[in-house]
């Protein structure tokens, strides 16, 4: 055995070592722990809070937490945990991830890791991989916990923002990821502490780890606010894409790969016009170079369309339900995902495409990836059946350890050797044979699919055969626990998109684990495709034989699957023509594509590990730009005391900024540098005829900033002095403060998003993309807080404050309100009519000294 090989092989052997010493620790406390009452079996929880409070460790009290935990749940649930459990709840505990079999009780395994970490009253997340099985588990375990004396909430996207809070402050709150860090991003965008929902984050115990941290990994939360609408460029789109030739093409069931219009690369799924497809755009839109710059937005249209079109597929990518709204599908659990929406003005293009109502663009307001989300946690650990294969990327994203945790009895599933035929036709024949003869038999069938369509062609095929059966996809997931509850009846047969994360047991009937013949005992897994990652194959096969009971796993695959099209080597090609030759029914039983389809799923996971680690390091770029302004936005909200010393900071840099500049760019005695001083002091600064010319002349800068900043003091005192009350000062300075933070930084984020869309083309000319965009970002960061401290200082300065209304103000709670409704920015045209726009561009900063882009001040009237 190679050194390294064997030095994972004993690390692995001595950590299970030193767990399974822990566990027996664990157990030593079982006689003591039944001796007790109820009562005093529930005051242990007490006594281990004051335990922790008066300063010992979590690790201190672990055995006997775990030894308390686990005889309420004998007395509660009715389930004793395993000697292996009690290793998987030490390996969660310490923050990392136990590999533990399908079956083998990860939600009772993790009632002791999170009543140990709730004692702390910090707060536990326990994270599912959808709001069923939040929901589920928090009244199925929340029954523990509450006997024990601890609170539990549920967190779910239905509910209020008091609700959310409520839920929040419990001592073990249940969510799905995604409401977790969307919560994170609200949070952060309120404009009263009170408004927060989230507690500082503490301990997550993530279930079924790999989708939430791997598979979920691939796209960011956004938050996105709505933006200017094109809808009818979009149908214009999506007109001229079907005209073009091959727009029937379906990847799944199609050897086309090339129509003349368009060209498709199946690996990366991108499109691309060919010269002809070019020659017909510039026909159909009436334009003379469809590369020009004037048509850079027109070309985004058409990709958009093409990929609507030609790469994303009904019931595979997405599904319209019956309220004409086009749904994302999770290509890794089969369900549709309400809320979500593809970026970039992909959605809208398939809503033309599907000739559904076009919603409105949106922009992006806010926005984090799980990564950076689940890595601001104290502690992070969780749980899945299949890990092992994305150990690098645990550790090096999360420094999270795999552990894989021995299986409580033997497994005796019989997992039979993949069958390859050369066709769909021939493999969907053999899979409905299969299920014939084993239906007959009175075995139940869980027949798994990689997409909605594939399980209604099976679902179609069985009605034909006139074998009863249900389906599972995201077209009805609405009656999953009904079906997952039978599935595992004499008989059932039941088809189900894409098992991963689904987190149900199929608990056998009477009857199914004594058939006279071994291969039709147990549960039988039948798999019609490979996934592209192996994790969720092994999820699908694990359905079967959990804890001991017997079952068997059959993949049947073929050479026109969507992966093996993607990833097949000519070595397949090859096979694919020797098959031809022997027939549409010849089967194939080879080492060698058993090989091929681990590295097409191998190349696959690469791709996607590259793609995720591509998204954390852009979000990365900005991941300290996100925490100075979210750090200083909360202590505005928290503040209690008067801003006015952070106020007179900014009010002195907007000053020596403006300054310096002028200075950098000439005299500053002269009339022409004089004169536009003058105006941007009068229309950012101070009132009207507060100062004259005059006294801007024969001052060097340092004597101008002295005095433009005791003028500011003395107007920004007026200002003060209309709001009487301290209270209603600080309200309205942080109302002002927040208005302007929140503008410029969703600007900023959805600025920081449309530049990554385009810095990948930097590579062309030999220059890293991740680099350029730390650098632009770094500058358009500095560039983001000289305009906010501007903004704020000629709101400050500027705003039109009535002193009736701020004395009315009885309740705190509208003071913002009326704060906000009382600033009116001063008219900028009058004061600004003398400066030169002819020369500025529209992303250039507009020449008034706002901080602003042109096209976002002046330019909205100039252009």
Not at 271 to 278: N, Y
């Amino acid at each position: 055995m190679p050194n390294f090989i064997r030095s994972i092989v004993e690390n692995d052997k001595k950590e299970l070592r030193k767990l399974d010493r822990m566990a027996q620790k664990v157990e030593s406390y079982a006689d003591a722990m039944a001796a007790l009452s109820d009562e005093e079996l529930k005051a242990k929880t007490p006594e281990l809070k004051a335990r922790v409070a008066n300063g010992e460790s979590l690790d201190d009290l672990l055995y006997e937490a775990f030894a308390v935990c686990r005889e309420a749940a004998k007395r509660v649930l009715g389930l004793y945990p395993f000697h292996v459990q009690i290793m998987g709840g030490i390996v969660l505990h310490n923050g990392d991830v136990p590999e533990m079999r399908t079956g083998e009780g990860k939600t009772l395994t993790a009632t002791m890791p999170v009543y140990l970490n709730a004692l702390s009253g910090e707060g536990v997340h326990v994270v599912t991989v959808n709001e069923y099985l939040s929901t589920r588990d928090a009244t199925e375990m929340g029954e523990l916990y509450n006997w024990l004396g601890l609170t539990v909430g549920l967190n779910l996207n239905s509910k209020s923002s008091e609700e959310k809070r409520e839920a929040y402050n419990c001592d073990i709150t249940y969510s799905t990821s995604a409401e977790l860090g969307f919560d994170y991003l609200r949070d952060n965008m309120v404009t009263r502490y009170e408004e927060m929902t989230q507690r500082p984050l503490n301990y997550a115990l993530v279930d079924e780890v790999d989708s939430i941290l791997v598979d979920e990994a691939r796209t960011p939360l956004i938050i996105s606010g709505q933006a200017e609408s094109s809808s009818a460029l979009y149908y214009r789109a999506d007109q001229f894409a079907k005209t073009l030739h091959g727009q029937n093409l379906n990847i799944v069931d199609s050897d086309y790969e090339e129509g003349d219009d368009y060209k498709i690369d199946l690996q990366s799924k991108t499109i691309g016009l060919t010269e002809e497809g070019i020659d017909k755009a510039e026909k159909f839109f009436d334009i003379d170079n469809l590369y020009a710059m004037e048509n850079v937005a027109l070309t985004h249209f058409i990709d958009n369309a093409l990929r609507a079109n030609f790469i994303m597929l009904t019931d595979i990518d997405y599904m319209v339900d019956e309220n004409q709204e086009v749904l994302i599908i999770d290509q890794f659990t089969g369900r549709t995902m309400p809320g979500r929406r593809y970026s970039d003005g992909l959605h809208q293009a398939i809503e033309a495409k599907m000739g559904v109502p076009i919603q409105d663009e949106s922009k992006t307001m806010a926005s984090i990836t799980i990564q950076n989300y689940f890595r601001m946690y104290k502690k992070l650990s969780g749980m899945t059946g299949t890990a092992k294969t994305e150990e690098q990327e645990f550790r090096e994203i999360y420094n999270i350890q795999i552990t894989p945790i021995p299986t409580n009895k033997p497994i005796k599933r019989m997992d039979h050797p993949d069958l390859l035929y050369p066709t769909l036709e021939s493999k969907f024949k053999a899979v409905i044979e299969d299920i014939k003869t084993r239906h007959a038999e009175g075995q139940p069938i869980l027949i798994g699919t990689v997409a909605v369509e594939t399980s209604e062609l099976i679902s179609q095929k069985l009605v034909e055969a006139k074998i009863p059966h249900e389906v599972l996809n995201a077209k009805n997931h609405f009656r999953e626990a009904q079906i997952i509850m039978n599935a595992g009846q004499q008989g059932a047969v039941t088809i189900a998109t894409n098992m991963a994360g689904r987190g149900t047991d199929i608990k056998l009937g009477p009857g199914v684990v004594d058939h006279p013949n071994e291969e039709y005992q147990g549960l039988a897994v039948i798999g019609t495709e490979r996934h592209e990652s192996r994790r969720i194959d092994n999820q699908l096969r694990g359905r079967a034989g959990r804890q001991g009971d017997p079952g068997t796993s059959q993949f049947y695959l073929s050479l026109e699957d969507e992966l093996m099209k993607r990833f097949g080597s000519e070595r397949v090609t090859a096979f694919l023509d020797r098959m031809r030759l022997e027939g549409e029914d010849a089967v194939i039983r080879s080492g060698l594509i058993t090989r091929q389809i681990e590295s097409s799923q191998k190349r696959v996971e690469g791709n996607n590990y590259d793609s995720r680690k591509q998204v954390l390091q852009y979000d990365d770029v900005i991941r300290e730009q996100r925490e100075v302004i979210y750090a200083q936005r909360f202590e505005v909200i928290k503040s209690d005391r008067d801003l006015t010393p952070e106020l007179m900071g900014m009010f002195k840099r907007t000053i020596d900024r403006q300054i310096d500049a002028h200075a950098a760019a000439g005299d500053l005695n002269k009339e022409e540098t004089i004169k536009d001083l003058f105006v941007w002091v009068e229309s950012s600064l101070l009132p009207d005829k507060a100062i004259t010319p005059d006294d801007l002349a024969g001052k060097d800068a340092e004597s101008l900033k002295s005095f433009l900043f005791d003028k500011v003091k003395e107007n920004y005192g007026r200002q003060m002095e209309k709001l009487v009350d301290p209270e209603r000062q600080l309200e309205f300075q942080r109302a002002v403060i927040l208005r302007v933070v929140d503008n410029n930084w969703s600007e900023h984020i959805d600025a920081l998003d449309n530049m990554r869309q385009s810095v990948g083309l930097r590579g062309y000319a030999q220059n890293n993309p991740i680099v350029e965009y730390q650098q632009e970002s770094y500058r358009m960061f500095n560039n983001m807080i000289g305009a906010i401290e501007f903004e704020v200082t000629r709101l400050m300065m500027k705003a039109q404050i009535n002193p009736q209304t701020a004395v009315e103000a009885e309740r705190p709670k509208t003071v913002l309100t009326a704060s906000q409704e009382n600033m009116t920015d001063v008219n900028q045209e009058e004061s600004a009519s003398e400066l030169d726009f002819s020369n500025v561009g529209r992303n250039d900063f507009c020449p008034c000294g706002s901080g602003k882009k042109f096209k976002n001040c002046h330019g909205r009237h100039a252009l």
